[in-house]
C-alpha cells in the first residue's frame, strides 16, 4: 500500500515539465464559470437543469432560444402569401442595409399617447449580426431609426400609456427602398411573423413546426411551403412541404428526429397557398430553435 504522507513543499527539485506527459483538450465554459470537457470520447456533464430551460434563463454561453410565431388572415383562394400580417403578400429581403421608418398615428401611439411610447427591436445589423436596440416613438407619426439593419426577427412594445399596448398597427419599412420589412399589429404588443433571420457568425438549429387553418367552408386546403434564403449566396431553397385539408384536419405538428440546420447569413420563413372553394382563410405558424454563436 502506498504511504498516503506527502511532504509539501518538496524536499528536492522536481526538475523540468515534462511536456510528454500533458495534452490539450477542448472546454466549454458555461455561464456559471464551470469548465467542461469536451474532446472525443469524454462523457457529457451531468447537470441537474433541463438544457433547453437553461437556455431561456441565459444560463447557456452562445446560444439563443426562440419562438417565432405569425398569423395571416381573410387570405383570398388560390393566393400564395406569406404568413405575417402586412399588407405585401410576400417580404422582401435586403441585400444592403437600410436604417428603418416606423409608421403610427400618432393620436393614440406615440410620445403623450395612452398607446406605445417605446419599442424594441431584435434583428441583425449592417454587419448581419445579431443585434438589440431600443426605439423611442415621437410625436409626428413617422420617425427614423438610429441604426441601421439587414432584417426584423421581433419588434416588441417595452413602453405604453394607460392602453397598455399600441393602439393601432405599427408598421416598419426600409427607410431605402420602403419596402415594409415588419408590422406590430394592432393591441397585440409584438410581431407576428414566421420569419427569421440567423445572424452572419451563427447556425440555427430547428426541431418543431406547427401550423394551423380556419376557414368556413369544409372544402378548404392550404399548402404550407418553407422556404430558406441565403444573403450570401442569393438562393432561395424550398425545405418543407406540407398540407392541411378542412375537411380532415385543422393542424399538423411536426417534430423533425434529427433537427433542420439553418446557414449562416440564412432568412427561414413560410408562406401559405390557398384553394377550395371561393371564401377567404386564416393561416398561423409556429416554430421554435436555437441560435447558437460560432466565431
Given at each position: ?69 405569425g398569423y395571416r388572415q381573410a387570405v383570398p383562394n388560390n393566393t400564395t402569401a406569406c404568413i405575417w400580417p ?64 439587414l432584417g426584423i426577427n421581433r419588434i416588441a412594445v417595452t413602453a405604453a400609456g394607460s392602453a397598455g399596448f ?95 440546420r439553418l446557414e449562416p447569413s440564412t432568412v427561414l420563413y413560410f408562406v401559405g397557398t390557398t384553394s377550395g ?19
Amino acid at each position: 500500500m502506498a504511504d498516503p504522507t506527502y511532504t509539501y513543499p518538496p524536499t528536492s527539485d522536481p526538475g523540468p515539465i515534462n511536456d510528454s506527459r500533458y495534452k490539450s483538450i477542448p472546454v466549454v465554459e458555461d455561464a456559471d464559470g464551470t469548465f467542461h470537457n469536451i474532446s472525443d470520447g469524454s462523457p457529457m456533464p451531468t447537470r441537474a437543469g433541463d438544457f433547453q430551460d437553461e437556455v431561456k434563463r441565459g444560463m447557456r454561453v452562445g446560444v439563443t432560444g426562440w419562438n417565432k410565431f405569425g398569423y395571416r388572415q381573410a387570405v383570398p383562394n388560390n393566393t400564395t402569401a406569406c404568413i405575417w400580417p402586412a399588407t405585401p403578400l410576400l417580404p422582401t429581403f435586403l441585400t444592403s442595409a437600410s436604417t428603418f421608418t416606423v409608421t403610427y398615428n400618432s393620436t393614440t401611439d406615440g410620445s403623450g399617447t395612452t398607446g406605445a411610447t417605446e419599442l424594441v427591436f431584435v434583428y441583425v445589423d449592417a454587419d448581419g449580426l445579431p443585434a438589440t436596440t431600443t426605439h423611442t416613438l415621437g410625436s409626428d407619426g413617422s420617425d427614423v431609426t438610429s441604426f441601421s439593419g439587414l432584417g426584423i426577427n421581433r419588434i416588441a412594445v417595452t413602453a405604453a400609456g394607460s392602453a397598455g399596448f399600441n393602439t393601432n398597427d405599427i408598421t416598419v419599412t426600409a427607410t431605402t427602398g420602403a419596402t415594409v420589412q415588419a408590422v406590430v399589429p394592432a393591441e397585440g404588443s409584438i410581431t407576428q411573423q414566421a420569419i427569421f433571420f440567423v445572424g452572419a457568425n451563427h447556425v440555427a438549429i430547428a426541431p418543431w413546426l406547427t401550423i394551423e387553418m380556419s376557414a368556413l367552408n369544409k372544402d378548404k386546403a392550404l399548402a404550407l411551403i418553407g422556404y430558406t434564403w441565403n444573403r450570401a449566396s442569393g438562393v432561395r431553397t424550398e425545405i418543407f412541404r406540407g398540407s392541411l385539408d378542412r375537411s380532415l384536419d385543422l393542424h399538423r405538428q411536426i417534430a423533425d428526429p434529427i433537427k433542420f440546420r439553418l446557414e449562416p447569413s440564412t432568412v427561414l420563413y413560410f408562406v401559405g397557398t390557398t384553394s377550395g372553394h371561393n371564401s377567404v382563410i386564416d393561416m398561423q405558424c409556429r416554430f421554435s430553435l436555437n441560435e447558437y454563436q460560432v466565431t
